[in-house]
């Protein structure tokens, strides 16, 4: 079974530049997450879909951070323009409809903004 | 709103050791309770689940049970080895449909020989 994948895998890029990220959950998962994990701390949810329609999106700083999902497949993640403590981990998760699921992990795209 | 405080780490101790790692949450109703691990140099993976009151989730040596009465959710290893050395993520999860899952700060672990 294909695990979730996300892309890059790594970025850097200076303050005020844009930055987009990419998500292909585990076929068949309804559920897609995006977290952000800054160094020593857990994951923070920024924002969550089921299918292709937001569910939770209290997190995420809307006034620079988007994010879609079409289709109900895979998502794309953007920051426009970065700030530098956007400098983190970004997760992408997915997993079924229930709350006794666990959630699949891609590796993360590691962000650091100069 | 929901909530999950862990025991700051890290937390070091010898092989063999006795390993308690504290997890207490906050919830509205009736989550489910999750331990995560995450390995040097790897992503996120379950470690270990409850999904009621009084369950016992186990693997790996690791045992985990679902306290109701004090919102408590405990990790515990008779026996630790090198190899257990890592972050573990204590996490609850509540709700149908419009679930959402959410992450304690972490507690790194290091076992020495």
């Known amino acids: 079974e294909a695990g979730v994948a996300q892309s890059p895998r790594y970025k850097i890029i200076e303050k005020r530049q844009s930055v987009a990220f990419w998500c292909n959950p585990i076929?068949?998962?309804?559920?897609l997450y995006w977290y952000q994990q800054i160094l020593g701390q857990g994951p923070k949810l920024l924002i969550q879909?089921?299918?292709?329609?937001?569910?939770?999106d209290s997190q995420l700083p809307k006034d620079r951070f988007s994010a879609e999902r079409l289709k109900g497949v895979d998502s794309t993640l953007k920051i426009q323009p970065a700030k530098l403590e956007d400098s983190a981990v970004y997760l992408c998760a997915s997993a079924g409809v229930t709350a006794n699921e666990k959630l699949f992990f891609g590796s993360g795209t590691q962000l650091s903004v100069l | 709103g929901d909530s999950v405080t862990q025991m700051e780490g890290p937390v070091t101790l010898s092989e063999e050791a006795f390993l308690t790692i504290n997890c207490t949450y906050t919830a509205t109703g009736y989550p489910s309770l999750f331990w995560y691990v995450q390995y040097p140099g790897e992503g996120l993976q379950l470690l270990l689940k409850a999904t009621k009151a009084d369950d016992k989730g186990s693997n790996k040596g690791f045992e985990a049970t679902y306290r109701k009465e004090t919102t408590s959710f405990h990790l515990e290893k008779g026996s630790v080895q090198v190899s257990d050395s890592a972050v573990y993520f204590c996490a609850l999860s509540e709700g149908t449909g419009g679930f959402k899952t959410i992450f304690g700060a972490g507690t790194r672990l290091f076992v020495k020989a």
């Open positions: 879909f089921q299918n292709n329609g937001v569910v939770d």
């Open positions: 076929s068949g998962h309804a559920t």
